[in-house]
Nanobody, 125 residues
């Protein structure tokens, strides 16, 4: 079963830091893009940052200069380093990925979009 699982959420004070991890598992051969979205109460889900297979990164304006996305191929994992956190960063953070995986049929390889279940980040004093 191909899936992505987030970890690393929690409570942090304003100005603090937190690192989120998103690990992909299953019969994966590649990924097209992996990244993070967030959804605050009463708001729509929005893109935070993502990274493509050629290491192109994309950030929301609200997090530029504070958040950094990176990946570790050997572990099929993407990280989101969040610094200088603000109360407005409080949200459920979701990992999103478009993964290439091996099927048990023809064609032997395919692609699928996946969402994680989310991890809560609370920025509060």
């Amino acid at each position: 079963q191909v899936q992505v699982v987030e970890s690393g959420g929690g409570l942090v004070q304003p100005g603090g830091s937190l690192t989120l991890s998103c690990a992909a598992s299953g019969r994966i051969f590649s990924f097209a893009v992996m990244g993070w979205y967030r959804q605050a109460p009463g708001k729509e889900r929005e893109l935070v940052a993502n990274i493509t297979s050629d290491d192109t990164t994309n950030y929301a304006d609200s997090v530029k200069g504070r958040f950094t996305i990176s990946r570790e191929n050997a572990k099929s994992t993407v990280y989101l380093q969040m610094n200088k956190l603000k109360p407005d960063d409080t949200a459920v953070y979701y990992c999103h990925a478009i993964l290439g995986y091996y099927t048990n049929s023809i064609p032997p390889r395919s692609w699928m979009p996946l969402w994680g279940k989310g991890t809560l980040v609370t920025v509060s004093s």
